[in-house]
């Protein structure tokens, strides 16, 4: 991932306010339109389209979760918390929405540029790291499959030496990788109790 | 009947930047002059003036001291970043309106200024665009210790290097600091492609002279082959600089083409002189309340972005030959683009930049 922040795209990025009517939300809108982004506020309810938004912006003086459509701390897009009273149980709301970055109100033009950055930045590499966790845990459990599936074949030929190059043979001739092979082994002996015709 | 009102001018009429700000004050006071004389604008203007002297903690208190002393809710003024940051809390306070007629380096757009000279991608990157292509991809970087420097220096960095360009060499002078000995050893040294010199006042001063003697005692550093670039430079500092502004190349909204010995008709003097105008109209238009909200919605008719309150300009490239600006390449009406999140807005270039040829 590039360390250097990247300011272009946010011209056109859509921001949603979630935030009950205030007279300074006019300050904040207008800062984000000058920044180059469509803004627009929703109360209480964020819109259907809000999935497909590319941040959002939120109260969390009157916030809850319901009002958000995906799991807690699940957002599909850059999340930044407008944090009025600064009471624990308030700021770890917050941090359990998943907020990216905080704008302290008084809402304010100064730090929203800032903090649309920072946001950015912080969910890619949240992202990034669950993408990378998520792959690591395949790889994990792709290994318990293979010990599972050639301790069946060793089973089935009686030799616990040759089993793995057994799997590596099969995998070629079904021209699947050998985690795939794996998976099809573990399945047949699951529903037959036997292994699919290899004797 | 004429209506008159009160109109603060910020200008400091001696320190280091003082040459900027003799040419602002000049274009501020002679617009308000024009407007009083003016008798078919129902508008007149009394200039309440104060002099920071080029001291940074003057401005909050004389920006505070104009407003409230007198029906002021208009002020001319600040020549660097520093100060106009200085100001902005004293103008929302008082829910009044700073006219900003220097280039600056972007990355702001406060409700209580109009950002009259060039922004970002009116100065920096068309320079740098301009330059790559023209020089080569590398450069040194040399800037004075304060936002403009930063800045300026910062985006031409992240710029370049993502085009595969390097940065030879970066350094900062205090404002005012005129020892650049051991910087023009080092650029000697590092033979860059180009310069940028973001200094501003003396230092930029006695950097250009000193560069001028280097390219005298090297031709490596002659104008036609590494060139000094400024953001900032006008003919405002050319009579100070005399000969060894020769070479020097600009960015700017406007240049003259026959300059006269004591610099006049700078861009900074002619932005500073059509701002004044500007709110002129819009008083004369019924301009009241809070300005932001008439920008916002009659900006565009003075050529004023109403989302980012900066203006929309034109964009030239010129070099000093034979004591004047000649225009080398230019841009029309470019809009501001002080985030540099639109690139919809820089300006283009049809050729591509030089690439570095490894030997």
């Known amino acids: 991932m590039s360390t250097q922040i990247d300011i272009a795209g946010l011209e056109g990025a859509r921001a949603i306010v979630l935030h009950p009517a205030h007279d300074r939300l006019q300050i904040l809108l207008r800062q984000l339109r000058a920044i180059g982004l469509e803004a627009e506020t929703a109360w209480p309810k964020l819109p259907a389209s809000a999935i497909t938004a590319d941040f959002i912006l939120y109260d969390t003086d009157a916030g809850h979760d319901a009002q958000f459509p995906w ?11 407008l944090v009025g009273s600064e009471a624990p149980g308030r700021i770890e709301w917050a941090s359990k929405t998943g907020a990216d970055a905080l704008l302290v109100k008084p809402l304010a033009a100064s730090g929203v540029f800032a903090s649309l950055l920072m946001a950015r930045q912080s969910f890619e590499r949240r992202k990034a790291l669950l993408a990378e966790i998520g792959a690591l845990r395949d790889r994990v459990s792709a290994r318990q499959t ?3 599936a050639v301790s069946l074949l060793a089973k089935k030929t009686g030799s616990e030496e040759t ?5 590596r043979q099969l995998a070629m001739a079904w021209k699947m990788t050998m985690e795939d092979a794996a998976v099809q082994i573990v399945k047949h002996s699951e529903t037959t109790g036997a292994n699919r015709g290899i004797c | 009947m004429s209506k008159t009102f009160d109109l603060g001018v910020l200008y400091s009429r001696s320190g280091t930047y003082q040459l900027l700000s003799e040419a602002l004050f000049t274009g501020a006071m002679s617009a308000i002059e024009s407007v009083n004389a003016n008798h078919d604008l129902p508008v007149s203007f009394n200039p309440i003036v104060r002099d920071p002297a080029g001291e940074l903690t003057n401005y909050a208190p004389m920006c505070a001291e104009i407003l409230s002393s007198s029906n002021a809710k208009h002020v001319v003024g600040c020549v660097t970043s520093s100060s106009r940051k200085e100001v902005i809390p004293e103008l929302d306070r008082a829910q009044a309106t700073l006219w900003y007629n220097v280039p600056y380096e972007g990355f702001e757009t406060s409700a209580r200024v109009v950002y009259s000279h060039a922004a970002t991608n009116q100065n920096i990157l068309p320079l740098l665009g301009w330059a790559t292509r023209h020089f080569g991809m590398s450069v040194y970087l040399v800037g004075s210790n304060y936002i403009w420097g930063w800045e300026t220096c910062r985006v031409m960095r992240t710029r370049l290097e993502a085009a595969d360009g390097s940065v030879l060499g970066e350094r900062y002078l205090p404002l005012g600091d005129t020892s650049v000995e051991s910087l023009i050893e080092d650029i000697e040294k590092s033979r860059p492609k180009f310069i940028l010199n973001s200094l501003v006042g003396a230092s930029s001063y006695a950097f250009i002279k000193a560069y001028a003697e280097l390219g005298q005692r090297d031709p490596y550093f002659a104008s036609d082959n590494c060139p000094l670039l400024s953001c900032n430079l006008t003919e405002a500092e050319l009579p100070v600089l ?17 300059p006269t010995s004591n610099g006049e008709g700078s861009s900074l003097e002619r932005t500073a002189f059509q701002s004044v105008l500007t709110l002129a109209e819009a008083l004369a238009h019924g301009a009241s309340g809070p300005f932001d909200s008439y920008l916002a919605q009659h900006g565009a008719r003075y050529g004023i972005d109403p989302a980012t309150q900066h203006k929309s300009l034109d964009v030239h490239i010129a070099q000093v030959r034979n004591s004047a600006f000649k225009i080398l390449h230019s841009w029309s009406d470019i809009a501001p683009d002080p985030y540099l999140t639109r690139p919809s807005r820089h300006p283009k270039f049809s050729d591509p930049m030089l690439k570095v040829v490894q030997a």
């Open chain 2, 242 to 258: 005399g000969n060894a502004a020769e070479g020097l190349i600009s960015v700017g909204p406007s240049f003259r083409k026959n």
């Open chain 1, 71 to 81: 799991a807690s701390g699940q957002s599909p897009m850059p999340m930044i918390a």
């Open chain 1, 146 to 148: 293979i010990v599972q």
């Open chain 1, 163 to 167: 089993a793995y190059d057994d799997l």
